[in-house]
């Protein structure tokens, strides 16, 4: 070999393992695997769910409407926090259900089920058809399976938590109360605008709920404690140490508020206020998918006549075509 074909390098790598993207070929080739199990076992507790307790959190929300209707306290002393009957959220999920509530159990059953899913599917196409969330979601399979079976309310709560706008973060904070987490975004981009309209969005809600139950809202504020964690396959740190649960969870605000101006801000967001529950069970990581997207500006988005979102670019360049 000339002198001169012995570049810098050239020998460098031969022999010493696989390069870098057999390294990369290997961990999506993981992945894949990883993914490809998820949907199965995700398949696996749905159907177990589906022919055990199929829908079986759609009897809470229906006692708990029904409850509304005849007159009822929606937070009736003394009930055991560990059954699925159990009613553990703010009066306006109940509220809102009181119509379908006078139907039959079966005919409000189907119809939950079916917003349930109709809000995964929302879910699913607003991340779009694109293989990292067909992986994420087979990642998750086993939650998102279990959330499906039993028709939990968690599944459009991480819609909401998904499009990310002040009124979208407010009416999932009064169906379950920890999506408020996700605010922190926005304060750590100090988006004073977004934060001052998410507190209007607050009271309003608030108010309406005040107004249309009086007594049940007070009650609701009477239920805010950790009893209400009970004894289920807990998989929060509560279940191993409150204090352990308290220090984490303030660790994890601080982290999303530091990581808000970067592109983990929204990741880290979403993570917190998936996993800061102090009664946190396997189908609620369900809601962790909301971090495959960062949202878009609140009052950034248009919609086409197809009823799709989409920024203002891409609006400005459909109307030139």
């Known amino acids: 070999m000339r002198h001169s074909d012995r570049r810098p390098g050239a020998y460098i790598g031969r022999g010493q393992g696989p390069r870098p993207q057999r390294w990369r070929e290997l961990a999506n080739l993981g992945i894949f695997a990883l993914a490809v199990t998820g949907w199965l076992a995700g398949l696996g507790i749905f159907l ?89 979601i087979g990642l998750l399979g086993m939650p998102i399976g279990w959330a499906l079976s039993i028709a939990q309310a968690h599944v459009p709560v991480t819609l909401l938590l998904l499009i990310g706008q002040p009124w979208s973060i407010a009416l999932a904070a009064n169906i379950k109360l920890f999506p408020i987490l996700a605010a922190v975004w926005w304060l750590g981009r100090r988006r004073w605008q977004a934060l001052g309209a998410l507190a209007g969005w607050l009271l309003v809600l608030g108010l309406a709920q005040a107004l249309l139950e009086p007594a049940n809202s007070l009650a609701f504020l009477s239920t805010l404690s950790l009893e209400q964690v009970g004894d289920v396959r807990n998989i929060s740190p509560y279940a191993i140490s409150p204090v352990l649960w308290f220090a984490l969870v303030g660790a994890g605000l601080v982290a999303a508020i530091v990581a808000a101006p970067t592109r983990w801000g929204w990741p880290a967001a979403v993570a917190l206020a998936s996993l800061a529950y102090p009664r946190l069970l396997l189908y609620m990581l369900a809601g962790l998918l909301a971090a495959l997207r960062e949202p878009d500006e609140p009052g950034a988005e248009e919609t086409r006549f197809d009823g799709v979102t989409q920024d203002p670019a891409e609006a400005h360049v459909n109307s030139a075509r």
Request: hydrophobic share 55%; glycine share 4%; proline share 9%.
């Open 48 to 136: 177990i769910h589906l022919t055990t307790d199929p829908l079986a959190d759609a009897r809470a929300y229906y006692d708990a409407a029904r409850r509304l209707n005849d007159g009822l306290p929606l937070y009736p002393a003394g009930a055991d926090p560990d059954v699925a009957e159990f009613y553990r959220y703010p009066p306006l999920l109940a509220i809102v259900l009181r119509p379908l509530a006078l139907l039959p159990y079966e005919a409000f059953a189907l119809l939950w089920a079916s917003a349930v899913l109709a809000s995964f599917v929302v879910l699913v196409r607003r991340l779009g058809m694109t293989r990292r969330t067909w992986f994420a």
